[in-house]
C-alpha cells in the first residue's frame, strides 16, 4: 500500500474501520436487513474499503434523512445519498453514480397529464420526510404544497391528498397494486445519487473517492453490482 492512499485510509477510516451509512430505505440502492445489506451501496462501499485495505462496517437506516445525520454526526464516514443544496454544505459528494427518477402518483380522473400539472394551488404532494424529492419539491414548488409521511403513499392515504411522490420504481409497483390510482409518466426529477463524505476531509480524500466513482462506473462495476440486485444497469450515472 502507498503512502499516499494509508493517508487516505487514515483520513477517510480514522477509527480503522469505514463505517458507511446506508439507506435501505432506497430498495433501488439498498435491499435485505440491517445485518445482511445488499445492493449497489454495499457493493461500492466494500470496495472503498478493499481499495484502502480496512474493513468496513455497516450503519443501516430506513430513510434517507437519518443516513445524512449519521454523517452530519460522525457516526458513519460515508455516505450514499441524492445531492441536494441542503447536504452540500456538511457533505462533500462526488459525481453520481446513478440517475433514479421522482414520479408522482395521482388518482384516476385527477386533472393532471403532466408532471408540471401538479404545481396548482390547492394541489397537497405526499412526501417521504427528509427524502431527496421532499427536499428538491420544497425549494421548487411555487404553488402545491408538500405533507411530509414516513412515505409519500402514507401521507397521500392518511391524509387524502391529492398527489404522492416517490421514486419510480417502488411506486410503479405501488400503483400497480392500487386499482383507483395511475402513474404520471414524466419524471419531476433526476435524482442524483452520489457518493459522500463531511467536508473536513482532506482535499486528496474527496479527490480519491470521486475518482473511484468515475472508474467504477466506466468499467461496469456499477451496472453489474446494479443486475446482482435485479436492478436496471441503464440506472448508470454518465461520466462525471
Known sequence: ?????????????????????INLGNPVLAQGTPTAPAGVTVDLAREVGARLGVPVEFRCFDA?????????????????????????ADVAFTAPYVLIEGVYAVPH?????????VD?????????RGSAYDLFLSRTLRHASVVRGDEGVTAFRAEGLEVAAGIREPLTEYVAAQPD??????????????VGTTRDREPATVDFLRDLVEELK???????????????PTLVAPAG
Open 1 to 21: 500500500m502507498t503512502n499516499a492512499i494509508t493517508d487516505i485510509a487514515r483520513d477517510l477510516a480514522p477509527l480503522g474501520t469505514l463505517r458507511a451509512s
Open 64 to 88: 434517507a434523512r437519518k443516513s445524512y445525520e449519521a454523517m452530519a454526526t460522525g457516526e458513519a464516514d460515508l455516505c450514499f445519498l441524492a445531492v441536494e443544496p441542503a447536504r452540500e
Open 109 to 117: 380522473g385527477a386533472p393532471f397529464a403532466t408532471a408540471a400539472d
Open 120 to 128: 396548482r394551488a390547492g394541489v397537497r404532494i405526499g412526501v417521504k
Open 181 to 194: 390510482l395511475r402513474l404520471l409518466a414524466e419524471p419531476f426529477m433526476h435524482i442524483r445519487q452520489a
Open 218 to 232: 466506466a468499467s461496469g462495476f456499477v451496472a453489474d453490482a446494479l443486475r446482482r440486485s435485479r436492478q436496471s
